[in-house]
């Protein structure tokens, strides 16, 4: 193959996309390959995450994978014979689709099972939350491979300490210590990972669209900033519930459903 050349371009679907009832649902969709991440698929990727941003009848955002691993992280194979720039291209293509994960105005919610490694972490760590199958494992195996990755997210989400052991070394990290590091949220059994996200979804479809969308934009945006003007980010996102109005239908149901039999009553700050 030419290094010079970007591959032929392929119609094979990497990754399926479907909607109903306000709930979409992105499935990784390479199984053979154990899910492994090439151009394809990070473009596909991309892709079908801009579609759903854009999509106003979309409420939340399964996403899952087909086979045993959710992602065994890039197909290496297909950096064989390629230049240096075409290296460089691919991996831009990639932080493009994590970030098109990441900046979905849709709450995002990733199912994980069987083997997460290097860009698989990436994608988990790209979504909103995640709930992991007890049979998961996760690697950062990127500078074993003789390559950089995963040096940002994974720090975020568990420390500076915690990301360089985990990458150092190569290890494997179970379900049960990514939930206590923070990885993902929730570890079920494997066979209710499905049942679980159904759960999850329709209880987040089922919300305000409004509300769970300027939080999600008010969790993101106050992260990056100190709590003085992080309030000031919940305060203007209050004001655009107060404006939009929706917000008293919120109150008109729960004032149906009256106080909890302790007598306390829920409610805004």
């Known amino acids: 193959m030419n290094g010079t ?3 032929p371009p392929t119609d094979s679907p990497r990754v399926n996309r479907t909607v109903t009832d306000g709930i979409a649902h ?3 969709a390479r199984p053979q390959a154990r899910n492994a991440v090439d151009l394809p698929m990070c473009r596909q990727l991309r892709s079908a995450f801009e579609e759903i941003d854009a999509a106003d009848d979309v409420r939340v955002v399964l996403l899952s994978a087909q086979g045993p691993a959710f992602c065994a992280g ?3 194979r297909e950096r064989a014979g390629q230049d240096a720039a075409w290296v460089r291209r ?3 293509a990639s932080f493009a689709a994590y970030e098109a994960v990441e900046q979905c105005r849709h709450p995002v919610v990733a199912l994980v099972h069987g083997a997460v490694v290097g860009s698989g972490g990436e994608i988990t760590l ?3 939350f995640a709930v992991a199958a007890e049979s998961t494992t996760f690697r950062f195996p990127e500078p074993h491979w003789g390559t950089v990755g995963a040096t940002q997210r994974l720090q975020r989400a568990i420390g500076k300490r915690r990301a360089k ?4 070394t190569n290890r494997a990290m179970s379900a049960a210590e990514s939930l ?3 990885i993902v949220s929730r570890v079920v059994p494997d066979e209710l990972l499905a049942r679980t996200g159904a759960e999850i979804a329709a209880t987040i479809a089922g919300a305000p669209p409004l509300a769970i969308g300027l939080t999600k934009r008010a969790i993101d945006l106050g992260g990056d900033t100190d709590l003085d003007r992080g309030i000031r980010i919940e305060m203007a996102t209050i004001e655009q519930c107060l404006a939009d109005g929706g917000w008293r ?3 008109d149901r729960f004032a149906r459903r009256g106080s909890d039999n302790s007598g306390t009553t829920e409610g805004e700050k």
């Open 74 to 76: 890039a197909d290496l």
């Open 5 to 7: 050349n970007e591959p």
């Open 165 to 168: 052991e985990l990458l150092f």
């Open 249 to 251: 239908e919120g109150v």
């Open 90 to 92: 691919r991996r831009i």
């Open 180 to 182: 206590d590091l923070g």
């Open 26 to 28: 992105v499935e990784l």
């Open 126 to 128: 790209a979504a909103d």
